[in-house]
């Protein structure tokens, strides 16, 4: 079975601080991986995806992230953080090669950002 | 493109009560999600849907819960007999096409309380 692991479950950043938040899977196949951020009482938004291809992606509002099937991981960077990046952050992998299309989630990173 | 809604936003229940929640997802978009989220923890897969036919259900989907899509459009969540352990958000998301390769759009939730 599939599984996400995100190794820490609060990070504490300094506003224009870099980033990088971790995330390994664990999976038989060639993965799709994907990261969501959460804001408070929201839903779900999609940062990147990678399905194939170059393996450093670039999303939106400044976040990259690097797949390395060596190491099964897809951490998130971003070089400069932001006061309104204070959110929690999910990884997620899907099947490339199965039927299944349901994404399987890590347990999430909250971030907090120092003024 | 609205985005993906939900209703109500946040349902509080008694225990033994019965519960429905909607999810209209975005136009065109012929595959269909539910998750819950509980504290602390990651989305968790419950259901899925191409257009009208349920094609996954989770071990998590008890037989006290129920999920319809009739007509491929809206769906609908109902959860019998609710327990304490049912208290949770209720995430709704949808994707275009068929391929593993489409990213899923979420709602924002429902987040059920139950006394």
């Known amino acids: 079975a599939q599984s996400v692991t995100q190794p820490d479950i609060h990070i504490t950043v300094s506003e224009g601080a870099s980033l990088e938040l971790r995330c390994n899977y664990s999976y038989g196949a060639t993965p799709y991986l994907f990261w969501y951020v959460q804001s408070p009482g929201q839903g779900l938004q999609l940062l990147l995806k990678?399905?194939?291809?170059?393996?450093l992606v670039q999303g939106i509002k400044g976040f990259e992230a690097e797949f390395k099937r060596s190491q099964s991981s897809f951490n998130l960077r971003k070089p400069s953080v932001h006061w309104s990046d204070a959110a929690e952050y999910f990884c997620a992998v899907a099947s490339m090669d199965t039927g299944r299309r349901a994404l399987t989630f890590g347990s999430g990173t909250r971030l907090q950002v120092q003024p | 493109d609205t985005g993906v809604s939900q209703n109500p936003r946040h349902k509080i229940t008694k225990r033994g009560q019965n519960v429905t929640f909607r999810c209209d997802p975005i136009?065109?978009?012929?595959?269909l999600y539910w998750y819950r989220q509980t504290l602390g923890q990651g989305p968790e897969f419950l259901t899925y849907?191409?257009?009208?036919?349920?094609?996954?259900k989770s071990r998590l989907l008890s037989d006290r819960f129920s999920a319809e899509r009739p007509k491929g459009s809206f769906s609908t969540l109902e959860i019998q007999r609710t327990e304490q352990g049912d208290s949770a958000m209720y995430l709704c998301?949808?994707?275009?096409?068929?391929?593993?390769?489409?990213?899923?759009?979420f709602g924002p939730g429902t987040r059920l309380t139950v006394l």
């Open positions: 998301a949808s994707s275009p096409g068929t391929s593993g390769r489409n990213e899923q759009f």
């Open positions: 990678y399905f194939s291809g170059d393996t």
């Open positions: 849907f191409q257009n009208e036919a349920q094609l996954e």
């Open positions: 136009s065109e978009h012929n595959r």
